[in-house]
């Protein structure tokens, strides 16, 4: 299993993954508590298959986030 790291905000952050051939695209919501420093937590996504040369996609925006660790 392979997992990517995503910076997130407190409160209970749920993720959204849809994968292709060419991108893995994920969404995260959560309710953020508190702003600043808390900030700075990451959530752990597993993916189907090794992430290797798939663009990861922001599901909000449709760009290239930036900090993804994979």
């Known amino acids: 299993m392979q997992v990517v790291l995503i ?3 407190p409160g209970d952050p749920v993720a959204t993954v ?3 051939d060419e991108t893995v ?3 995260v919501t959560s309710t953020l508590r508190s702003p ?3 900030c700075l937590d990451s959530l752990e996504i597993p993916l189907d298959q090794p ?4 663009d990861v996609i922001d599901g909000a925006t449709g760009e290239a986030p930036p900090g993804i660790e994979g």
Not at 51 to 54: E, I, K, M, N, T
């Open 25 to 27: 695209t994920i969404a």
């Open 51 to 54: 992430l290797g040369d798939r």
């Open 7 to 9: 910076g997130t905000c």
């Open 36 to 38: 600043g420093d808390a």
């Open 18 to 20: 849809e994968e292709d």
